[in-house]
């Protein structure tokens, strides 16, 4: 903790002690009001604070991906981000992309096309593929292997994944067209 | 991570109040770097100053023809700007070439400027490290430096800048604008980063009380002649071993102006304004890029694991010249 004896080794420092802070978040559409501290990430709040263990801590550093999630409809690393940053934000897990019992088409073609093995990255996997399928930047399968790069799968099931996520975005296109 | 306490700067004098006389207070917007040196107990900030909210996002022309990347515009919605792709394609390929697009999405414009070197040594607290505790000394000298600086290095320190977007602004000579506790400043870029000489643990000139407000590119874009080449371990989402922005005007097959920045081969991107003057005039051909990639590299500098990156530095200069003169197609 810090206090006053480091003021010497510091110099002119004044800070005070943290204390939590009440923060709103709209999560899975659903309003959360939460007291959080300072350090508290993004992805700890979701996982301890509201038992939304869905998303997944993999290496905590931002570079595995399995922490992804959507704030503000924008793909993100949840491990990377201070949930105190994110007062009056609107978060998707993956816990919030069924309707009732109905798979978010995503979901449903991982399944058709066994885009997992473990499964432990998976949920990363959907919410990135949403947002790289909102971002509207990927058109072949090199485009999603290039956009995708983010998400590590220590199963290696990539060439599944690659053409799940391709079944999803037809099944877009058609629904569009 | 250790504790600090938390505030949200309303305004921009705001922000520079809350950091300045305070040397444990630092800014924090995307945090994709600092969040992560926090967890490595690299950085201990005592206070972070939340800049996000500063009216800092936007994208906007300059009167003289130039455009404006506000410093919290994330570096994704930099890189896919229709202004940016239209006029400045090299740098939206250099962005694109960095991170990942999860990352892209949350790190900022200024904050890409603002990165640490990503030594394993720097990152390493059970090690010694000039950059990280002053005067401990540089364990990767005679450690493992596959990675590190061919160019511009010192004793005390061998640390590479891992920018790909900064190597394109070095390139297309940009301007950082900041405000502090004295007034405006306009940097440019080749003065923006620093070599590490004596100070390694200070990675640019941008004050203590300083903030970025924005990067200002001038109105030539090289958006005819063009290339950013990133040589890399594996294709994608990794720090580049050498990379290269390449910026030509021509006329006809005639270079009437060169502009080279390499990244990953020293602590700031790296330009050789005397080794680029080799091309005005000349035709362009793989004779006179070798030319220059020569001049580029005459004094470069291996150590025991990197003396590959001389020669790889010396095709990607080529290569990404030929690009830039459409003598080939782009991979």
Redo the contacts between chains.
């Keep these: 903790m810090k206090d006053g004896t480091e003021k010497e080794a510091l110099g002119e420092v004044t800070f005070s002690l943290p204390t939590a802070t009440r923060i709103t978040l709209r999560i899975n559409a659903a309003q959360k009001q939460m007291d959080v501290l300072p350090w508290t990430t993004l992805l700890d709040a979701l996982r301890d604070y509201l038992d939304l263990t869905g998303t997944k801590k993999g290496c905590d550093h931002g570079q595995c991906g399995a922490c992804t999630v959507l704030v503000d409809g924008k793909r993100i690393i949840s491990c990377l981000t201070l949930a105190i940053m994110k007062d009056g934000s609107d978060v998707t897990t993956v816990e919030g992309l069924a309707n009732g019992d109905g798979l978010h088409p995503i979901q449903q073609a991982f399944i058709d096309h066994d885009a997992f093995q473990c499964g432990y990255c998976t949920p990363g996997q959907i919410c990135s593929a949403i947002g790289m399928i909102n971002e509207g930047r990927a058109k072949t399968a090199d485009d999603i292997r290039e956009l995708m790069s983010g998400n590590i799968c220590r199963c290696g099931a990539y060439p599944n994944i690659v053409a799940a996520i391709q079944q999803a975005m037809q099944a877009d296109r058609g629904r569009a067209a | 991570?250790?504790?600090?306490?938390?505030t949200?700067a309303g305004d921009v004098a705001g922000a520079v109040s809350e950091v300045s006389?305070?040397?444990?207070?630092k800014f924090?917007a995307g945090?994709?770097n600092l969040?992560?040196l926090?967890?490595?107990n690299v950085a201990r900030p005592?206070?972070?100053v939340?800049i996000?909210r500063l009216p800092l996002s936007r994208i906007e022309d300059t009167p003289d023809g130039g455009l404006r990347l506000g410093a919290l515009v994330t570096n994704?919605d930099t890189a896919?700007n229709e202004q940016v792709e239209r006029r400045y394609p090299l740098l939206s390929r250099a962005i694109l070439a960095g991170?990942?697009?999860?990352?892209r999405?949350?790190a900022t414009n200024g904050g890409n400027l603002l990165q640490r070197a990503r030594c394993y040594y720097f990152y390493d607290t059970a090690t010694p490290c000039n950059k990280r505790e002053p005067g401990t000394g540089c364990s990767a000298i005679e450690g493992f430096n596959r990675m590190h600086a061919i160019l511009g290095a010192s004793e005390q320190c061998i640390a590479v800048h891992p920018s790909d977007m900064c190597i394109a602004l070095a390139a297309l000579e940009a301007v950082v604008r900041v405000t502090g506790r004295n007034g405006d400043r306009a940097i440019p870029f080749a003065d923006f980063h620093r070599l590490p000489g004596e100070t390694p643990d200070i990675d640019s000139n941008l004050g203590v009380d300083e903030i970025i407000t924005s990067i200002d590119l001038p109105s030539k874009g090289f958006a005819d002649h063009h290339a950013y080449l990133k040589v890399r371990d594996r294709k994608?989402?990794a720090f580049a071993l050498v990379s290269v922005a390449a910026a030509l005007e021509m006329s006809g097959d005639t270079i009437k102006e060169a502009r080279l920045a390499l990244g990953g081969v020293a602590h700031k991107p790296w330009r050789n304004t005397e080794a680029e003057g080799l091309l005005k005039g000349k035709h362009a051909t793989r004779d006179s890029f070798q030319i220059v990639a020569e001049a580029f590299m005459r004094d470069a500098k291996g150590l025991s694991h990197n003396t590959f990156k001389i020669e790889l530095a010396k095709r990607a200069i080529v290569r990404a010249l030929k690009h830039a003169a459409q003598m080939e197609t782009r991979p």
């Design positions: 991570m250790n504790s600090f306490s938390y949200r006389g305070n040397r444990a207070a924090i945090g994709t969040i992560d926090m967890k490595e005592g206070r972070l939340d996000t994704a896919y991170a990942s697009p999860q990352l999405n949350m994608a989402y």
